[in-house]
């Protein structure tokens, strides 16, 4: 199954590109979906309304829709592309090793990309089923503004703990996915440089583990306090 | 030292190989690793066994012939170094090691430990040259100025002996870390600019016809590669060929 053509399209290192090149992007969406999250931090009819609000906003603001049309093509390219390779890298090595040291030469999570990109595509779809389907297409109450109640769906989801733990362990397979990716898409860009790859490096990195952090973070206060049932 | 061997043994490129095991003892700390192959074959040879086929040539770390994945790691446990500068002090007394070939699909197994990486001489004929005639037509070396720190960066890609271990060690059995720093040896030079982009989207393009697979940059090439051959190749690579894929007429 190798790959023939030469240029932006269809050859090894065009699939790396587009890989980096769509992460990248979906973690820019992972930067705005937390900050929509921490709405959530504020409890009571006050948060209930403002959420809703922004919910209504996301959802038919015309440069907010281009963006999400453009993040589910990017999971789509993410996904697709990121199979073709992985298949590849299968049919590279048709034989395998009897005895493998891998752990000394390479993190665990960059052995592990195709792995953690499944479990949170998994997660994708399962929280999609969740919120976005259920705000699009399904019959949620209205609230006293009269916009879609995304607030209650969503409180009352996470404090199930079933739901707060599937949630979290989602999102810590997503930071893994991440602490590798999110610095290695420079790479693969060809960006590396002796004054600025540590920075980048490091900057990653942490965010790599900030923004996951972020999340679980909403997830622990929606379990833990529980504004659904002190409305 | 007495040691148990457990070695991929294969007739040839299309038989069946399994992993035998060769018990041996009075093999001493200073026998290189294929020195110590050496005697095991002596060995088999006086018992009637067919000795074991691995690859070799200069012994000193600069040929690029030997591999072996031993233990689980390209040219075994050291680092920078090559299978025949291995030595078996390394190794305990009772210690069981694993050799096995270089697997990919790109290095078909001749025979034993001995694979076929003629694949890296096809990714060089696609574009690893300047086409210069040398022969008669010596230039000064300092004709054209070339920054130190240029120089330094070519030469350092240039000490790839080509021997495979990043193939060998890439959980994708990719060929990036050759190509890149076959490719960056010219690149980093003014002699390799007229042919920069043709070089970079041929020799890639060679590079993923052999059947090599991707880069996922786990870095463990980096690690394993004997000659400590640098990630930023990689990137270099990524880069020239980005760049040559917009420009390139072709």
Redesign the interface.
Known sequence: MATTSKGLFGSSLARKYWMAVSGLFLCTFLVGHLLGNFQLFVSGEEGKLAFNEYGHFMTTFPVVKVLSYLTYFSVVLHTVDGIMLALQNRAARPVGYVKEKQSANASWASRKMALLGTLTLFFIIVHMKSFWYEMHFGALGLDANGNKDLWTLTVTAFEQWWYAAFYIVAITGLAFHLSHGAQSAFQTLGINHPKYTPIIQKTMTALAWLIPAGFVAVAVFLYVVQPGQNL | MDLTL?I?RQNGPQEKGE?KTYPISGVEQDMSFLEMLDYLNDQLINEGIEPVVFDHDCREGICGMCSL?I???AHG?GRKVTTCQLHMREFKSGDTI?I?PF????FPIIKDLMVDRSAFDRIQRAGGYISVNTSGNTIDANAIPVPKENADKAFDAATCIGCGACVA?C????AMLFASAKISQFSLLPQGQPEAKERV?NM??Q??????????????CE??CPKGIS??N?????????FA??S?N?
Do not use: Q
């Not at chain 2, 697997?103 to 790109?106: E, N, P």
């Not at chain 2, 590079?207 to 463990?220: H, Q, R, S």
């Not at chain 2, 990689?234 to 980005?242: E, G, H, P, V």
């Open positions: 457990k991929w992993m994945f233990n689980g790691e446990p694993y096995e697997r990919a699909k790109a060690t959980k994708n059995s990719s989207l890639v393009h590079m993923d016809l052999e059947g090599f697979g991707n880069c996922t940059n786990t870095g463990a690690v394993e990630l930023e990689i990137a270099r690579m990524n880069r020239d060929y980005l894929s917009l390139s072709k």
